[in-house]
């Protein structure tokens, strides 16, 4: 198997971000549209995504598992891991109802309800808190992380305006500078 530094789960997680997401506008979008036959097709590539997106749960939570096992961390990271692992599951256990609730609508050839609506939207607050939280394990913690970047050992000119340049090849005089990249 190819290795992936430093595991897989950050491959396979935005494919379930991006299908759940356009599933929640899509089915929100179809609900309220006032063409009937447009609102159907809308709904219906929602569903699509939805099942999807909910397939693509099943190696995101694996990968992110294994990634649980195996990636170091301290007393600190693990805790904010325990947090996002709690996250996900939550997001995930609502997009599986979600999928539930659309299937049965679907079944019932009934229009997208509001509860469906409701859970899709508690799904996306949910990933949303999710994703935080796992940018918060790599940015805040440093999980998965190999090492850590020097800045002292970088100097450059982006040539925007954004970025504080290194000055010292107009005066010859070193000067030291942050960057939130």
Known sequence: MIEIVPNWHPLWVHFPIALLTVAVLLFWLGRFWPEVARARTLITVARWNLGLGVLFLVPTLITGYLA??????????????????????????????????????????????????AVLLAG??????????GAENVYRHGIGVERLPNPDDHHHGHGDSDHEHDASESDGHEHSHDHDH
């Open 68 to 117: 649980y096992n195996s990636v170091a961390h301290d007393s600190a990271g693990h805790e904010a891991m325990e947090r996002h692992l709690v996250a996900a599951w939550i997001a995930s256990g609502l997009f599986v109802v979600a999928a539930v609730l659309a299937w049965r609508e679907r079944q019932q050839k009934r229009t997208v309800g509001m509860p469906l609506l």
């Open 124 to 133: 996306l607050v949910a990933i949303g808190v999710t994703g935080y939280l």
